[in-house]
């Protein structure tokens, strides 16, 4: 079994600071890419930012210059540091591990559970 748990949510002020960060853990033999996405209420999830095991990044436009993905393999552990944060940046964040399990030697992609970012003044 596999867990992905995201912790680092809150309420920040508009032009504040937020870093999010999931644990990968259990029966993983290897994770590949890792990612984060955002659903806002009323919208479709979107792609926030994506880091490959070799640590090639992309983000989606709106969130260029402002946040910033990385992660420790060594620690199976992604983050998002968010930076100039803006209302619109409000919306659930979950977190996207795409990895091998040691069990099965299958790959699936898992997802957390989600953790609520809030810019409001």
């Known amino acids: 079994q596999v867990q992905l748990v995201e912790s680092g949510g809150g309420l920040v002020q508009p032009g504040g600071s937020l870093r999010l960060s999931c644990a990968a853990s259990g029966s993983i033999l290897s994770i590949y890419h890792m990612a984060w996405y955002r659903q806002a209420p009323g919208k479709q999830r979107e792609l926030v930012a994506s880091i490959t095991s070799g640590g090639s990044t992309d983000y989606t436009d709106s969130v260029k210059g402002r946040f910033t993905i990385s992660r420790d393999n060594a620690k199976n552990t992604v983050y998002l540091q968010m930076n100039s944060l803006k209302p619109e940046d409000t919306a659930v964040y979950y977190c996207?591990?795409?990895?091998?399990?040691?069990?099965?030697?299958?790959?699936?992609?898992?997802w957390g559970q989600g953790t609520q970012v809030t810019v409001s003044s």
């Open positions: 996207n591990a795409d990895l091998r399990l040691v069990t099965t030697l299958k790959r699936y992609a898992y």
